[in-house]
């Protein structure tokens, strides 16, 4: 498929209209059109459901639109390598990262590294540990942001950002424990939990829990904390998550309280083994490690 055709595709897919698509890409409409049916004859598929004001997409279109869009970002992202090596240091860093505590250092990374190369800019994709892995692995991001426990650690070399992780209870802000200081296992004896999405989380919490636990408790699972704090403040359950300073306009409505015995959780910028970085990325990491090292230094003589 040529990637010029996939650019079309993606715009029929947003627009959901061949004419609208055709004047965003100045062609005309019979052109367009055009290409659209001699893409589905190369496919062997439907790929649009045509009404006179709108073309969907099939299940196979959506599946298209999907890898479509990866290939033409890392046609984008391959070129953009290509002129980097050739030229002083530009272009953009990309990390994938779910809600951490440690994008506070990622921002200051950023500052200082924007200072030093004003023509890079940054890219972070929001997701899970699983999509974003997923990401880094077919070249769409150059980092990741991981949190314990970590999963196919022989993949990946790891630069540990200085921030552990506290683990909380989310929780209402008028419900009973609100008051306690921490919580403990037998505190959610026979209370609805909602879990984090990855199973290896759910055995440290299954763990920390212990004979507290019971599978029945769980009634709800989230790989975003942001969604499950709707449902803690719906009351639906109690949220076992690392600790977040903010959930936006449910602030009022929310409170966090650490586990006891406490659970923490190490963070780190992660990147595939024995895949080379582009320049950018590359000068980036080597940023980053300097960065670490003086922060470290610099806690070592506050302590």
């Known amino acids: 498929m040529d990637i010029h055709v996939l650019r079309y595709f993606l715009a029929v897919a947003r627009e959901g209209n061949v004419t609208k698509a055709a004047d965003f890409l100045h062609l005309t409409q019979p052109t367009l059109s055009r290409q659209m049916a001699q893409l589905e004859e190369e496919a062997g598929i439907q790929l649009f459901i045509k009404e006179p004001r709108h073309w969907g997409l099939t299940e196979q279109g959506m599946l298209l639109r999907r890898r479509a869009q990866?290939?033409?970002e890392l046609m984008d992202k391959t070129q953009q390598e290509l002129l980097d090596k050739e030229n002083a240091i530009k272009g953009k860093v990309s990390i994938c990262c779910g809600e951490h505590e440690a994008v506070k250092?990622?921002?200051k990374m950023f500052k200082a590294f924007n200072e030093l190369y004003p023509e890079v800019t940054f890219e972070i994709y929001t997701a899970t540990s699983e999509y974003a892995k997923e990401r880094i692995g077919i070249g769409l991001a150059d980092f990741g942001i991981f949190s314990e426990p970590y999963e196919n650690v022989e993949q990946y070399d790891y630069l540990y950002l200085g921030?552990?992780?506290e683990w909380v209870v989310?929780?209402?802000?008028?419900?009973?424990?609100?008051?306690k200081e921490s919580i403990t296992p037998e505190d959610l004896v026979d209370k609805k939990l909602i879990f984090p999405w990855r199973s290896k989380v759910?055995?440290?919490?299954r763990n920390w829990l212990g004979t507290a636990f019971a599978d029945k408790n769980i009634i709800m699972s989230s790989?975003?904390?942001?969604?499950?704090?709707?449902m803690v403040a719906e009351g639906l359950g109690y949220f076992l998550n690392m600790y977040v300073s903010s959930h936006g306009y449910l602030d009022d409505k929310l409170v966090?309280?650490?586990l006891n015995p406490p659970l923490k959780s190490k963070t780190s910028l992660v990147w595939l083994k024995h895949k080379p970085l582009t320049p950018t990325a590359d000068r980036f990491l080597e940023f980053a490690r300097k960065y670490m090292d003086?922060?470290?230094a610099t806690n070592m003589r506050v302590d």
């Open 202 to 205: 759910k055995s440290t919490l």
């Open 223 to 230: 790989n975003f904390r942001t969604n499950a704090a709707f």
């Open 170 to 179: 989310l929780m209402r802000a008028n419900d009973p424990y609100a008051d």
């Open 294 to 296: 003086k922060e470290q």
């Open 70 to 72: 990866e290939l033409v």
């Open 256 to 258: 966090s309280k650490p």
């Open 105 to 107: 250092i990622l921002a």
């Open 163 to 165: 921030e552990t992780e």
